[in-house]
């Protein structure tokens, strides 16, 4: 079977990452070609976190390789393609040019960036382009159960719920910390650190007296008043070990409907390391934590400085949380768990188009 994969970005954009590269060598090894076509370059996702503006020409270059890319397709079985071929540019002018099978995987709402644009212009072109992608589609992928209601409202063929998941050969459990200081830990990227100022009250109370202090990975710059901060930059190289020194990872969210379509990808990161997590009880999260087992659901301040505070308290607990955690995401959320069925997924396709 040959594919050509159609991502978004490339190893550097953390989508791309956990959608598609991490399951190459798995899929490669069972027999399935496939050729790498990324519409933006580790360039962009470079310039993106620091703040660099992106060369009208660099861009112009990505669109006609992806173009090219799309006029070739034919030769392949399949394309397996992030979100859309061609963002911003309208489903008439992308959907005639997928013309080999198509599987296309959704990881956020990515929908909401078009229906839910504050320019009516923006809503009337594209509000209904995604909608148009999944209709197209031979097989749509979401990572939880929002983004497969949208595909299925929007009439996709067929429609299969594949989380986000994490190698758990590379995420594993250490022996826990003998540190004095309670560590409160966050990993993601600069676009997401916003969502830490909703819990800041909570972090500064949980931090008075240095009882605690939080690290921050991949966040940039970040001020949360009262809260004693360590911020560390991403490396794919380093991020298990800096989750390592944990000890409890976070991931605050705000109710609304974008956020709702996110996949908990930090949450089952903590968890494969054996870490209790402390999470918005906001879409897919409520199924990923389970309160008093392997975590809590927090949504007040009150009830954040509660949570953080029972598992500062408590060792013993933070332990045992974290076993359960591990349990979890090796059934459900590890690519050892999940290769297999997107595999199976794939040659399904392949056999009926």
Not at 6 to 13: H, K, Q, W
Not at 15 to 43: K, M
Not at 311 to 335: D, H, I, N
């Amino acid at each position: 079977m040959r594919v050509l994969l159609l991502a978004r970005y490339g190893p550097l954009g953390s989508a791309s990452r956990v959608r598609f590269y991490q399951y190459l060598p798995y899929l490669r090894a069972h027999g399935v070609e496939i050729t790498l076509s990324p519409l933006l370059a580790d360039e962009y996702v470079t310039n993106l976190y620091t703040g660099k503006r992106q060369s009208p020409g660099f861009l112009a270059r990505a669109y006609l390789t992806r173009l090219r890319a799309l006029l070739a397709a034919r030769q392949f079985d399949l394309i397996w393609l992030e979100k859309e071929a061609l963002p911003w540019l309208p489903a008439g002018f992308e959907t005639p040019l997928l013309r080999t099978p198509l599987v296309a995987d959704y990881d956020d709402a990515v929908f909401h960036r078009y229906d839910m644009h504050p320019r009516r212009f923006i809503r009337a072109l594209l509000g209904r382009k995604i909608d148009a992608v999944m209709r197209h589609a031979a097989l749509v992928v979401a990572g939880n159960a929002y983004l497969a209601a949208r595909a299925e409202q929007a009439g996709a063929k067929q429609v299969e719920i594949l989380p986000s998941v994490v190698d758990t050969s590379r995420y594993a459990p250490t022996s826990p910390s003998h540190s004095n200081s309670f560590t409160i830990g966050w990993i993601g990227a600069p676009v997401t650190a916003p969502y830490l100022q909703q819990i800041q009250p909570a972090l500064a109370e949980i931090c008075a007296n240095g009882a605690a202090r939080v690290i921050l990975v991949g966040s940039g710059h970040v001020t949360l008043p009262g809260v004693p901060l360590e911020i560390r930059p991403w490396t794919e190289a380093t991020e298990v070990a800096d989750i390592q020194q944990f000890d409890v990872g976070i991931m605050p969210l705000p109710d609304e409907p974008f956020e709702r379509g996110k996949c908990g990808y930090k949450l089952i990161q903590y968890m494969a390391c054996g870490l209790p997590v402390v999470a918005s009880p906001v879409g897919v999260n409520q199924q990923i934590v389970e309160p008093g087992l392997n975590g809590f659901l927090a949504t007040s301040p009150e009830e954040w400085v509660t949570a953080l505070q029972t598992l500062r308290t408590s060792p013993s607990l933070r332990t045992q949380m974290g076993l359960a955690g591990r349990v979890k995401t090796e059934q459900f959320y590890s690519l050892q768990a999940n290769a297999p069925k997107l595999l199976n997924l794939l040659q399904n396709v392949k056999r009926r188009t």
